[in-house]
């Protein structure tokens, strides 16, 4: 969308709605889990997300993070930068995803996990953009789909601006690619007053 000559974001979830759709999200996980369960957030992605989940699920979960980087010599492989503390053998593990893009991390994620013998192991992802996958995998529980190429904000970054943001809007990468800090000035006009 070009307002004048400056683009704009895409809006495709506001604050309101985020947190309904987490709210639904963890509703979707409180029907299927009981105390114990572990929630494996991805970093750094997923930081708002897990924040935000843990305090909607009516069980007690237990808590742990993965991060995961592509190599730079690129072509999809994707290695394992951090790992967990927990042992999840025989526990129930649900993987908690800010976005499932081309599919590689996630796919790596899956297999790291499902080789220690979990009892259970699901994905709850915020974002899918499904149009994009190159890698077939699953996800259980799905916040919102959307067919933008690149989304910003409630974890989402581009070159670590766009995280703090409690919305989710697309942007074109090609903007963000010729200057990061594009949709800076859109994107704090939209946060609420502080006192
Ligand atoms: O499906 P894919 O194409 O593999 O992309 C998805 C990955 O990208 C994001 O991480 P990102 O690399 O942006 O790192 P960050 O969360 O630390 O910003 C997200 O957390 C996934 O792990």
Redesign the pocket.
Known sequence: MIVGSVPVPGLVLGPEEVHRTVRRLADELSTRHEDGTVLVA?????LLFMADLVREVRFVPEVDFM????YPSGGGR?RLEKDLEIDIEGRDVVLV??????????TLLRHELERRGPRSLSVCAMVDKRARRLVPVPIEHVGVSVSADYVIGY???FAGRYRNLDLIASADPAELARDPDRYLAWAYARRPARR
Not at 67 to 70: E, H, I, T
Not at 97 to 106: K, M, Q, R, Y
């Open positions: 991805v970093l750094k992605g997923s991060a995961v980087s592509p994707v995803e800010d976005v499932v893009d081309t599919g590689h991390s996630l974890g989402l970054d």
